[in-house]
């Protein structure tokens, strides 16, 4: 790819960062397009799946440039063409159905390339999402995934005794790292920010921000706090 000049990039999760509620994303979508024609890169990175994350990008037409997906485990870029992808392996899958009692779970899918809600023996499956009854089981199955699967998968924590599983070679931060090498840019600024556990690694190593309403081990590695993703791109684009 030929190398590119750009003078800012803006990687940003969704939930809860760049979507918070329906006024919060017609504000950021207004700034993102203000950004994007100062010939500005707009990158989302999101545990969502390639199905849910395009639910949200067509229901409220937000522009972009590329998709980190699956915790990193799938990047696209604006045509959907698939730039890299990373797979959980075969005999990887068939003890973790086992180890992580998938079928005792309140609730699970998976997801391969650009499609979600497929079955756990799928071809090139990027991620299992998986629903416990208790937050305290959906941390002793990331105990035991740290435990028994180093390198060959990790797990997010999320919320509510929801975990994620992708390959170990996969997150946001890696991603990121993966996409800047992809584009060659030159003399850039990077502006990250976030919201939950999954940014923390991405937030620390690009020098990035958090949302106000962030977790506590998110702010304590942010060097600033925002309200919303439009008052960091209004800041920024103000800056002389």
């Known amino acids: 790819m030929e190398e590119v000049f750009v003078k ?3 990687v940003s999760d969704y939930d809860d960062t760049l979507f918070i509620d329906e006024e919060g994303i017609k504000e950021n979508i207004k700034l993102l397009k203000k950004w994007m024609r100062k010939k500005n890169i707009v990158v989302i990175a999101t545990g969502r799946s390639y199905y849910d994350m395009m639910k949200e990008i067509k229901k409220y037409k937000i522009p972009y440039h590329f998709l980190i997906l699956n915790h990193g485990a799938t990047i696209l870029d604006k045509d959907d063409e698939i730039l890299y992808s990373e797979a959980i392996s075969k005999n990887t899958k068939e003890q973790l ?3 992580l009692e998938l079928s005792s779970a309140k609730f699970y899918f998976c997801c391969c390339h650009l499609e979600s809600r497929v079955s756990l023996y799928a ?53 990121v790292t993966w996409l800047l090498e992809y584009l060659n840019v030159d003399d850039y600024k990077m502006y990250v920010i976030g919201n939950g556990y999954t940014d923390i690694d991405m937030v620390r190593n690009y020098h990035g921000y958090c949302m106000k309403s962030a977790v506590e081990p998110l702010k304590e590695v942010a060097t600033k706090e925002y309200d919303k993703v439009s008052t960091l791109l209004k800041e920024v684009m103000e800056q002389k």
Do not use: P, W
């Open 8 to 10: 800012k990039i803006l």
């Open 97 to 99: 159905r086992k180890d």
């Open 123 to 175: 071809n090139n499956l990027t991620k299992i999402h998986i629903e416990y009854a208790t937050k305290e089981q959906a941390l002793e199955k990331i105990e035991l995934i740290r435990k028994y699967y180093s390198g060959r998968v990790r797990a997010f924590y999320l919320h509510d005794g929801i975990i994620e599983v992708v390959s170990d070679g996969c997150s946001k931060c890696l991603g």
